[in-house]
């Protein structure tokens, strides 16, 4: 029988133990809540506390908190990728998978409607085994999902996907790998917890799952997500961005001065997130390619592999010579495969950003990372009134009235419909 229109779901939810999952997650929650549908979040218990203020309807939204299984190698406490250097994460994945245990016994008690995932490729096995239906949804961008090796082929660990070899059918000749970033798809086959490799993980979920569903809009990665649709066989289910609300919090007195010193769009904001350690090389290269610009800057770092602090890894002199015009924060730094697709995407089709020019090794020497922001921020540059205009274009779609709120109503009629279908 086809449950009423008006349903109100019940729903878990489970994401990968790293915050770029784990928020994007939490704010699809706080817009399902919204509706008046019922979210369990299931995440490390630890990590209730770093998401807590997050939660914007807590009647709504209950976290339901893991024990972390021992594994040999990760260290106690380590319960995020944020706690991790990026070479361990495969532990914390061997991790998440012991507690399957767990999960189906929360799930046995809940009875959800639905159970989203992403990183747990059991979850269809389990959904399907207690008459649950099973989400697999990325917060990672359409391409980036896209780009994977489709289910059909044979791939190994030795499988070209760049420029010369993009799979059959793709839909872009520029959002791809270059042959230089090859050791990418070298990365999917590595192992990522216990008798499983990365692409394993993600492509078994995607094939086991009712629907697949992707943070992202039609208007911008269309023929990503129908080309997706096509090679796993199900319906592919767009929640739009879920760009968070603004938080009525006042800017801090110090930034509000310091930014109040310059004009408007005239500073450079620089951050990375939060899975990466750079060398001290790179850290420094970075720093000073900001300082060539010549322009006021705020950049968000973590200090690099060997150093305890952001102070004792500064270029010689740099403290000196910015005079207190740039500031530093610690936060987390990553460079994960999926962000080198993201830009492709944001340079070459959107065209609301400029790429870097790398070196083989893949980083950037301080005179390309000057030259790719100047080329940005001049008043006077052609790229950057390209740009300029393709922000404005842009921030106008995602924000129009109804936009967001839209893709999501849509989305829970699709999940209706999904539910409803026996």
Request: charged letters at 20%.
């Amino acid at each position: 029988m086809a449950m009423a229109r008006n349903t109100k779901f019940q729903i878990a939810m489970y994401p990968w133990f790293a915050f770029g999952h784990l928020t994007p997650y939490l704010h699809l929650s706080n817009e399902l809540a919204e509706r008046g549908h019922k979210i369990t979040f299931i995440l490390p218990e630890k990590t209730q506390s770093q998401l807590q203020h997050l939660n914007l309807h807590p009647t709504l939204i209950t976290f339901h908190p893991l024990t972390i299984p021992h594994v040999d190698g990760l260290p106690p406490g380590a319960e995020t990728a944020s706690d991790l250097p990026f070479f361990s994460h495969h532990l914390l994945a061997t991790a998440m998978d012991r507690t399957s245990d767990q999960v189906e016994a929360a799930l046995r008690a809940l009875k959800p409607d639905f159970f989203f995932f992403d990183f747990p490729y059991w979850a269809p096995a389990l959904a399907s085994k207690l008459g649950i239906k099973s989400i697999y949804y990325s917060a990672v961008c359409a391409s980036a999902v896209a780009h994977h090796p489709p289910p059909g082929r044979q791939v190994s660990k030795d499988s070209t996907l760049t420029t010369d070899v993009p799979p059959p059918g793709y839909p872009s000749p520029t959002v791809v790998l270059r042959s230089h970033e090859a050791w990418m798809v070298q990365f999917l086959f590595a192992p990522f917890g216990e008798g499983v490799n990365l692409y394993q993980r993600l492509t078994t979920g995607m094939k086991g799952c009712d629907a697949i569903s992707i943070r992202t809009c039609q208007e911008i990665e269309g023929p990503f997500c129908d080309y997706l649709a096509s090679q796993y066989g199900k319906p592919v289910l767009l929640t739009g961005a879920v760009l968070p609300k603004p938080l009525p919090t006042p800017l801090e007195d110090r930034w509000a001065q310091w930014l109040g010193g310059f004009k408007p769009g005239s500073v450079i904001f620089c951050a990375f997130g939060s899975q990466n350690f750079p060398e001290k090389d790179q850290f420094q290269e970075l720093l000073l390619g900001l300082e060539l610009t010549g322009l006021p800057f705020l950049v968000a770092l973590k200090p690099p592999t060997g150093a305890a602090t952001i102070e004792e890894a500064l270029p010689e002199g740099f403290q000196e010579r910015v005079g207190g015009e740039e500031w530093f924060m610690e936060v987390l730094v990553p460079e994960l495969p999926d962000q080198i697709l993201n830009t492709r995407l944001l340079a070459e089709v959107l065209k609301v950003a400029v790429e870097i020019d790398k070196e083989q090794n893949g980083w950037f020497s301080k005179e390309s990372l000057c030259r790719a922001i100047r080329s940005v921020m001049d008043e006077e540059s052609e790229v950057g009134g390209l740009v300029r205009k393709n922000h404005a274009k842009w921030k106008k779609t995602l924000t129009g009235q109804g936009f967001m709120s839209n893709y999501i109503d849509n989305f829970v009629q699709q999940l209706q419909q999904l539910l409803d279908k026996k």
